[in-house]
């Protein structure tokens, strides 16, 4: 009987510089730090897994996703020893999202959460609909979204004329859908660049623009933003309050037309059943980082669309072509998605962490996955070239 069981764990926290500045309300970053794991299996079978963590956003942060992938989670892998793939499902699927001291662990869970799937899809030659089978999701399934999705632009930057020029250079590339991060000086103008460039094609509903304040605003200031727009055709808004102001949305919600799209306020399925409970479940941005891992991200998912609300798969700013491929799963076989973000590849990065990075096409197609497991083959020399510092090395 074959039976899998860890012999290597690697961790590479990594530093990559970005082609260019991206800001919004609650952050500024010109270089990306991802954190790489990887898991090696008996029998030289090898999983790779990536987060970013964010303390805004799920209260890790570098240090503590480190310090848990040594600690708690590190752990777990001693007692890793599926016989089969619907065990190590199983295992997988337990991963905790709290430390023993109850602290947050969902950036740090995801990277193991999609090493370990990595590593189990290829050592018991299973393909990812073998995973949503064994999960029981009724509707869910290839082809999922991917056959008339388009990637979104994101327009992240304080400069209103390097705006216009970002915003030009993703039309003539064929984007048709454009988010706009606010809560930061010059809102209006950089509004007014957007919606003028766009005019005709935005009025007809050929292109449309959603904004982020990323919890930018108090209820006050979002009421009087969101009212100078309201005659703007806008798809929705993200995030306008922090999180932990979940009970003033339904004012919001009370004033304006616009759909609700919530991001840091939707980590775990608590969070979602309470926005639904609110009257507020319009859209929820799913990050496979931020939610703890693909298993969890579907999970979700699937309760999002129980309970009528709309689904967008995000991402975190940095994101190598590890966390594309696993966003691109997750794609294929969630169904309805409304927005897809990410898959910026060499557009963004100046480097990546394989041979030939996962990037959107001419008008936002998706890039297409070949491989087995997630879909991506890392090379260990661009690994250890970008990591910071030597890699962490844990035999079992």
């Known amino acids: 009987m074959r039976k899998a069981t860890v012999h290597t764990i690697r961790l590479y926290p990594l530093a990559i510089p970005l082609r260019h500045a991206v800001a919004h309300a609650g952050a500024e970053r010109e270089v990306a730090e991802p954190i790489v794991v990887s898991i090696e299996f008996n029998e030289d079978v090898t999983g790779y897994g990536e987060t970013l963590p964010r303390a805004y956003v799920t209260g890790e942060t570098h240090e503590s996703v480190m310090s848990a992938l040594q600690g708690p989670l590190q752990k777990l892998l001693l007692t890793f020893n599926p016989t089969s793939f619907g065990a190590a499902l199983e295992q997988i699927d337990a991963l905790p999202f709290h430390g023993p001291d109850r602290t947050p662990l969902p950036a740090a869970r995801a990277a193991v959460e999609l090493a370990l799937l990595d590593a189990s899809m ?3 030659d299973r393909t990812f609909d073998d995973v949503v089978s064994w999960m029981g999701l009724p509707g869910f ?10 990637f979104s632009g994101v327009l992240a930057c304080r400069d209103p004329l390097r705006l216009r020029r970002q915003l030009r250079l993703m039309y003539w590339g064929g984007l048709r859908h454009f988010k706009l991060k606010v809560g930061m000086a010059d809102d209006d103008e950089r509004f007014d660049a957007v919606t003028r460039y766009l005019g005709g094609p935005l009025a007809a509903g050929r292109v449309t623009v959603r904004l982020d304040a990323n919890g930018a605003w108090s209820k006050d200031e979002a009421i009087e933003r969101l009212g100078d727009w309201r005659d703007h055709p806008i798809s929705g808004i993200e995030q306008p309050l922090p999180r932990g102001q979940e009970e003033d949305l339904p004012i919001l919600k009370d ?3 616009f759909p609700l799209i919530h991001d840091e306020s939707v980590i775990t399925r608590d969070d979602a059943i309470l926005l639904n409970d609110l009257g507020v479940a319009d859209v929820f941005n799913i990050r496979v980082s931020k939610c703890g891992g693909i298993l969890a991200s579907l999970h979700l998912a699937q309760l999002v669309r129980r309970m ?3 689904v967008q ?3 975190m700013v940095g ?5 594309t491929a696993a966003a691109l799963r997750l794609l294929s076989v969630c169904p309805g998605v409304r927005w897809a973000e990410g898959a910026f590849g060499r557009l963004l990065l100046k480097r990546d962490v394989v041979g030939k990075p996962l990037q959107f096409g001419y008008g936002g197609r998706a890039p297409q996955l070949r491989g087995p497991g997630l879909g991506v083959e890392p090379d260990p020399a661009a690994l250890r070239g970008l990591c910071v510092g030597e890699p962490i090395v844990t035999h079992l």
């Open 319 to 323: 994101e190598t072509s590890l966390l």
């Open 141 to 150: 399934g290839t082809p999922g979204s991917l056959p008339g999705l388009r």
């Open 313 to 315: 798969i995000g991402c």
């Open 122 to 124: 290829r050592f018991f």
């Open 255 to 257: 004033l304006f037309d």
């Open 308 to 310: 009528g609300g709309d």
